[in-house]
């Protein structure tokens, strides 16, 4: 049992690791065919692995709506938003148009998921804001320091800003094209290298904690 | 052309300024030997110089021409190197020709290609220096299989060039070659070094690890989650735990996940409640496994939900707008922001703030750190998020990845520090072999 749990695992972790690893390196159609069914493989499992997040997603609201918790309402709209949805789907075979008309699940997708979607981006703009306010009041050092090269930025890259101040458009171009780029790539250095010794750290089964933590 | 006129080389036989004891010998022969001369070096010249001018006009055909399959590639492909010609100029045009195996005549072939004479050097190409198949200054143009052309592996084709200016055109050498796919991309061998050196490191300082104790500096945003979750118990309140907009096949979501078992280890001993809302169903089925096993661990299986880690939406603003919603309803007293994250990153954590909730990220995403870094209480900037586990853990196996990560980022500056002062040697003394050393580096992919 401790085999089929723990050490058959790390095997095909290590196996596949490695021959993905050295894929890289391969030019061959043979090795970019392999990478490919791999990926078609991964997006099969990913299909099924859909099934168990909406039955996840299901019993969570389900127990919700029993228990009468707070908020169990919006489990209801969630409810009748997945069904409906799914009903209209069916209805329409799955597409949103027949003919250029909209079909009802073209009707759904297109009135009422997207501008959902494009309001939850719009409150972007207001977080932004706040978020600017509470950050850049200069309380300390580094916050000052951060207010100044906002706003020099700002300043540069708004065209009123620009004009006002010529200047600034030289030195917003500056902070960002030498001081930011630099400390962004110092920043990657040591996420590409930390993401390295994390996959060493996996193929060769250093780290097991994600097949379910602990040791044997 | 002459590059100065006959008068100006007569001219140094015009007789000397000098004192007469400085005169040349050639003085001597003045006058009628003088005129004669003049004569007749004019003739010499003036022959000479035209020659040079009929020369120049005449296209050559392209020298030295090769035709072979493209070295470390999948194969469909074949590259034509040839040496500089001398009327190379924006004026002058190459065309590359390909043809089946029995083309034996120039019209049976097609131009697939046709550009000035003084570009496609094999010094544009982008194959690194070790896999160069000629001098930089020659010319290089490699035929793929596509639309111009279609090249089948292991089917010989009848490459030339030719040269053109004007109405006038010189065509090379018909020659043949067969693409092939290769089975390993020489222009990668230095990646491939590097990564086993680094790997090499790493496992080195794992052993060392296990010998010795390892110093590890403070990681602010780590040394809080312990405070995080005592903050939780005593105020009765869940924890909010993200893995980030990635799924299992990204570090930093592996990242996330490792980091969420001990998280959980210590929500099972403390008794608190953890909330881990998902992306990404795999992601959700695995992060259950590690949150059991963590219960278990902590001696309090009993503890252990099945609903705690559960899926919402794979939905970028769905997911947000479920999320916001759980941080206003359930006003967790911790959030845990760890992985990969985009244009969700404010929304989320803005609205974390505004529950007075203690926030702590991590993120690769290096475009969102300045949101993370403005919303949250504690941020774990980059490769301080793979350092998480081994912090939390302090197992030296982990330790020790951390000190070859650290000595692998040593490398690299030292190799900026080198790289820098050669760049400067090699522009201040024209010398070449800095760009070697250079190339070695710079053609990492």
């Not at chain 1, 996959?199 to 060769?204: C, G, M």
């Not at chain 2, 072979?68 to 009327?87: E, H, I, K, M, R």
Request: overall charge neutral.
């Amino acid at each position: 049992m401790i085999f089929l749990r723990r050490q058959l695992p790390l095997l095909i972790t290590m196996i596949t690791g490695l021959i993905f690893a050295g894929q890289y390196y391969v030019p061959h159609p043979a090795s970019e065919q392999l990478l490919t069914s791999a990926t078609k493989w991964l997006q099969i499992i990913g299909g099924f692995a859909l099934v168990l997040g909406v039955t996840s997603l299901f019993q969570v609201h389900a127990a919700k709506i029993r228990r009468k918790e707070a908020g169990w309402g919006y489990s209801m709209v969630l409810y009748a938003g997945m069904l409906g949805t799914m009903a209209v789907g069916w209805w329409a075979n799955g597409k949103e148009s027949v003919e250029g008309v909209s079909t009802a699940f073209g009707w759904v997708y297109n009135f009422m998921m997207v501008p959902l979607q494009g309001t939850m981006f719009a409150i972007l703009a207001f977080f932004i804001a706040s978020a600017a306010y509470r950050s850049f009041r200069a309380r300390s050092r580094e916050a000052a320091v951060l207010l100044i090269a906002a706003v020099i930025v700002m300043m540069g890259r708004v065209p009123l800003g620009e004009y006002l101040v010529p200047v600034s458009g030289d030195i917003s171009q500056w902070i960002l094209n030498v001081l930011n780029a630099s400390v962004r790539r110092a920043i990657l250095i040591g996420v590409s290298l930390g993401a390295v010794a994390l996959s060493f750290k996996i193929i060769f089964g250093v780290e097991r904690s994600y097949l379910g933590g602990g040791k044997e | 052309m002459l590059k100065k006129p006959p008068s100006v080389v007569l001219a140094s036989f015009r007789p000397s300024t000098y004192p007469r004891g400085y005169a040349s010998a050639l003085h001597s022969l003045r006058p009628c030997w003088m005129v004669f001369l003049n004569i007749l070096i004019l003739i010499v010249v003036c022959g000479v110089s035209s020659a040079v001018v009929l020369a120049e006009d005449h296209l050559a055909v392209p020298a030295n021409l090769q035709v072979f399959d493209t070295p470390n590639d999948g194969g469909q492909s074949l590259t034509v190197n040839w040496a500089p010609g001398a009327l190379d100029s924006p004026d002058v045009r190459y065309q590359v020709l390909v043809g089946d195996a029995g083309a034996t005549d120039v019209a049976a072939l097609k131009v697939v290609a046709e550009f000035p004479a003084h570009t496609r050097l094999v010094k544009d190409a982008k194959g690194a220096w070790w896999t160069r198949t000629a001098e930089r200054n020659w010319h290089q143009f490699t035929i793929r299989s596509g639309k111009a052309v279609e090249l089948k592996d292991g089917t010989v084709y009848t490459v030339t060039v030719a040269m053109l200016k004007g109405e006038e055109r010189i065509v090379g050498p018909l020659l043949q070659a067969a693409p092939t796919p290769n089975w390993f991309n020489w222009n990668l061998v230095n990646n491939l070094v590097l990564t086993l050196i680094f790997g090499g490191v790493v496992f080195f300082s794992i052993a060392h690890a296990r010998r010795r104790d390892i110093f590890l500096r403070r990681i602010p945003g780590l040394d809080a989650v312990d405070e995080a979750i005592g903050r939780a118990t005593e105020l009765g309140k869940p924890i909010l735990y993200l893995t980030g907009a990635h799924d299992m096949s990204d570090p930093s979501t592996i990242a996330a996940a490792v980091i969420l078992g001990r998280v959980a280890k210590k929500t099972a001993a403390y008794e608190t409640e953890l909330l881990v809302p998902h992306r990404d169903p795999i992601t959700m089925a695995v992060c259950q496994e590690i949150t059991k096993q963590a219960y278990l661990e902590a001696g309090k299986p009993d503890l252990f939900k099945e609903d705690s880690n559960f899926f919402i939406t794979s939905d970028q603003f769905s997911y947000t707008a479920a999320v916001d919603g759980i941080m206003l309803r359930k006003q967790p007293a911790a959030n845990f922001f760890m992985g990969s994250y985009f244009a969700e990153a404010l929304l989320l954590t803005e609205t974390g703030a505004s529950t007075g909730a203690i926030q702590i990220a991590g993120t690769d995403s290096d475009h969102q750190l300045p949101f993370f870094v403005t919303t949250c209480d504690y941020t774990l900037i980059g490769e301080e998020l793979y350092a998480a586990s081994a912090y939390l853990s302090r197992e030296p196996v982990q330790l020790g990845t951390l000190r070859g990560q650290d000595i692998g980022k040593a490398m690299i500056l030292s190799v900026i520090a080198i790289g820098i002062l050669l760049a400067t040697l090699g522009v201040a003394t024209q010398a070449a072999w800095p760009q070697y050393f250079l190339d070695f580096f710079k053609d990492v992919k």
